[in-house]
């Protein structure tokens, strides 16, 4: 029986891919890097400096700056996403997102949310959703990222559960590969193709029962 939920959060539970996407591209642009959607898939639940190494990468510039540059430049496009952001609402959840948390708060299954994103609590704020979830992982105090299963580990702790007990929902390679490497369920959400490893795959979370789902 399984016995909590573990969300990540950018592509599952709101669409703010397009935001960050607005940001990176804004700011290869002013440092002569092309990038486009296609590529952008790539940055899907990776960290901000590893989005920006790869962008560098990408645009064969990265032995062009030094960390302290780095920095520079990732808190420079922090600082649009940000200002993109401040127009989020409810109306910005995903489809489904809302019946089934309130499903799950009814049924008093708890959530935990393991994002890569320093702004998690922000976004949650946002949505209208912060007290729908017990914790956030902190990604500040993670070792590795995804797709380590460090983050979603920690997930299964703050919710007081093991992870073999927890469902995880991801969009993204990198998340379905942590959340099956720390021994989870998982729950592959919105792949226009299927998610490799996910063990099931839906396009809005109320497609599932929460009763069924507590069975895998
Ligand atoms: C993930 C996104 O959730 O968070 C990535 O999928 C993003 O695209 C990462 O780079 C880090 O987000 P932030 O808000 O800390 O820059
Ligand atoms: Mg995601």
Redesign the pocket.
């Known amino acids: 029986m399984k016995k909590g939920f573990v969300f ?4 599952v539970i709101t669409d ?2 397009k935001y ?1 996407y607005i940001a990176w591209k804004n700011l290869a642009d002013k440092i002569g890097i092309s990038i486009d959607l296609e590529f952008n898939e790539q ?6 400096m ?2 920006l190494n790869r962008i560098l990468a990408h645009g064969g510039k990265e032995n062009d700056f030094t960390e302290a540059e780095k920095a520079e430049l ?1 808190a420079k ?2 600082t649009e ?2 200002a993109l952001l401040q127009g989020l609402t409810e109306k910005d959840l995903l489809p489904g997102v809302a019946e089934f948390l309130a499903e799950a708060q009814k049924l008093k299954v708890p959530s935990a949310i393991a ?6 609590p922000f ?1 949650l704020e946002k949505l209208g959703v912060a007290a729908d979830f017990v914790g956030i992982v902190d ?1 500040n105090t993670l070792k590795k990222g995804k797709p380590d299963p460090e983050i979603f580990i920690r997930a299964a702790e703050i919710l007081n559960i093991q992870p073999e007990e927890a469902i995880g929902f991801e ?2 390679p990198a998340g379905i590969e942590g959340i099956k490497k720390a021994g989870m369920f998982a729950v592959g959400v919105l792949a226009s193709e299927p998610l490799t490893g996910a063990d099931i795959t839906v396009h809005r979370l109320d497609e599932l029962s929460i009763p069924d789902l507590l069975k895998k």
């Open positions: 990540d959060l950018d592509g703010t891919a960050h940055l899907k639940g990776i960290s901000r590893d989005s990732a496009k922090n996403y940000v994002s890569a994103s320093k702004n998690a976004i990604p969009d993204a």
